[in-house]
């Protein structure tokens, strides 16, 4: 998690990213994934009436 990230990007008022590049791209990976599976919901969906 990067406690020490953290603390120093609260110390330092956001100078230093709060979030890890890898954080990030797996928060986003996660939202991403999380989109395409409620758009296919509402495709089929769509498709059965």
């Keep these: 998690m990067g406690i020490t990230r953290k603390t120093m990007s609260v110390f ?8 890890s590049d890898k954080e990030r791209t ?4 996660k939202a991403t994934k999380k989109q395409a599976k409620k758009q296919t919901k509402l495709m089929k969906k769509a498709l059965k009436g």
Excluded at 12 to 19: H, I, N
Excluded at 26 to 29: D, F, H, K, M
Aim: proline content about 0%; charged content about 15%.
């Design 12 to 19: 330092t008022l956001g100078a230093v990213d709060f979030r």
């Design 26 to 29: 797996a928060a986003y990976t």
